[in-house]
Nanobody
Framework: QVHLVESGGGLVQAGGSLRLSCTAS????????MAWFRQAPGTEREFVANIAWHGGATYYVDSVKGRFTISRDNTKNTLYLQMNNLKPEDTAVYYC????????????????WGQGTQVTVSS
C-alpha cells in the first residue's frame, strides 16, 4: 500500500478552476494506476478519472469529459486533477486512490486512499 495526501480543494464560483494534487509517500508510486473519485453528501463515492502508471492512458466519466484533466508526475510521486469550468454539481469531497490495473474503476479495485479534499462550487 501507499500513503496518499490530497490538497488543492477549496471554494470556487461556477465556471472557475481548481487543481487538485495527490502526493504519494512511496517510491513505488510509478507502478500504480491512479484515480480520482468524489463523494457528494448523501451519495455514494463515484469514479471520476484514472490514469495508467506510465501516464499514457486516461479515462474519464462522461460528466467531466472536456472539463477535467488527470495527469501525473512520477518524478515527484504526484497525481493531479485540473478542473475547469466547474459546476455546482461538481461539489464533493475528492479522493485519490492507487490501484494495480488501469482497467479497474470500481472502489474495490483500489487498495490505497487519501483522506479527501473538499471542493465546493457556488452558483
Amino acid at each position: 500500500q501507499v500513503h496518499l495526501v490530497e490538497s488543492g480543494g477549496g471554494l470556487v464560483q461556477a465556471g472557475g478552476s481548481l487543481r487538485l494534487s495527490c502526493t504519494a509517500s512511496a517510491s513505488t508510486f510509478s507502478s500504480y494506476a491512479m484515480a480520482w473519485f468524489r463523494q457528494a453528501p448523501g451519495t455514494e463515492r463515484e469514479f471520476v478519472a484514472n490514469i495508467a502508471w506510465h501516464g499514457g492512458a486516461t479515462y474519464y466519466v462522461d460528466s467531466v469529459k472536456g472539463r477535467f484533466t488527470i495527469s501525473r508526475d512520477n518524478t515527484k510521486n504526484t497525481l493531479y486533477l485540473q478542473m475547469n469550468n466547474l459546476k455546482p454539481e461538481d461539489t464533493a469531497v475528492y479522493y485519490c486512490a492507487a490501484g494495480r490495473s488501469f482497467t479497474g474503476r470500481r472502489i474495490a479495485d483500489f487498495g490505497s486512499w487519501g483522506q479527501g479534499t473538499q471542493v465546493t462550487v457556488s452558483s
